[in-house]
């Protein structure tokens, strides 16, 4: 057989035990007669490692605080008209620069091995944010900018597996009877329920997630999640769509359902309708032609 080519972000979530159990397997019975690719795992490893001693956390609580006190200190002088003069000195040490300064000149395999940084800056700010007296000053601080993490942004995924790779998959993206799918979902905030459902041209509804329509609708957030179990496309005609539903509240799988059987009654009704219509839920969807 011939050995598959895994990407270095694919040996990252192996060994944060993200992949689906199907190809946590293969990656593991492959690095025993691989040294090639036991060696790139290796390598990821001891990086990883390196990065979360490099940024401990005790110690990058400290910057932060030295960091956003000093930013404190230059809000109330230029409040009160103070010069800047006297804290020309004190710039080299800001809050942005010492985050600047901390990355600067990283080789790009901090890309793949940022998981275990970030494990190390969110401690450093969950120890940060327990310091007495951070906040004596006027600094605004948004309870929406707590716990989403930049750049991350609720959604739906598709992957696409082939016989060497994974390739993630565009809305309207060509896709054809027996190609294997991987579904992935982001939910963030308060939006800690979801559920996953596609709809094809012969107006059919698969549900993905739960597993049954009574199932616990109860989701994680702020990481993405593949599903275990994987999706063949069968020979149904014209379109498949995925559709994610996450709210901040528990989810009627079984209305959603319904709901999306009457859609799918209408190819226009079913690529343009919405499922819901409740301010405390959000709708995604990815559609795939065929």
């Known amino acids: 057989m011939k050995p598959y080519k895994f ?16 190809m946590m397997e293969n990656i593991r019975m492959q690095i025993h007669t691989d040294s090639e690719l036991k060696s790139r795992v290796d390598e990821l490893k001891n990086s990883s490692s390196d990065i979360l001693e490099k ?10 605080r030295s960091g956003l006190m000093l930013e404190n200190e230059k809000i109330h002088a230029s409040a009160s008209g103070t010069s800047q003069n ?8 800001s809050f942005m620069k010492i985050f600047s300064d901390y990355f600067k000149g990283r080789s790009p395999k901090l890309i793949y091995s940022i998981s275990a940084a970030s494990v190390s800056v969110m401690a450093a700010f969950v120890i940060f944010f327990n310091l007495p007296g951070i906040f004596t000053g006027n600094i605004p601080v948004k309870n929406d900018d707590v716990t989403r993490i930049k750049g991350m ?31 992935g979902y982001i939910s963030t905030g308060d939006y800690k329920y979801g559920t996953i459902l596609s709809t094809d041209g012969r107006g059919s509804v698969t549900l993905h997630f739960p597993e049954s329509e009574s199932g616990e609708t109860l989701i994680k957030v702020n990481r993405k999640v593949m599903l275990k179990r994987a999706y063949e496309l069968d020979d149904s005609p014209d379109y498949e769509k995925f559709i994610l539903i996450i709210s901040k509240k528990p989810i009627d799988v079984k209305s959603i359902i319904d709901k999306a059987k009457i859609l799918a009654q209408s190819r226009e009704s079913a690529l343009n309708g919405q499922l819901t219509a409740d301010g405390s839920s959000l709708e995604f969807s990815l559609t795939l032609k065929k």
């Not at 940024?55 to 932060?64: Q, S, T």
């Not at 006297?86 to 040490?93: E, P, T, W, Y």
């Not at 390739?167 to 060509?174: A, F, G, P, R, S």
């Open 7 to 22: 990407t270095d972000f694919q040996l990252e979530q192996f060994l944060l035990n993200e992949l689906p159990d199907e």
């Open 86 to 93: 006297n804290l020309a000195a004190k710039d080299n040490n």
């Open 153 to 183: 942004e609720p959604g739906i995924s598709i992957h696409r597996k082939t016989a060497s790779s994974i390739e993630e998959l565009k809305d309207m993206t060509k896709a054809s009877q027996g190609d294997l799918l991987q579904i």
């Open 55 to 64: 940024y401990r956390a005790d110690l990058m609580a400290v910057k932060i």
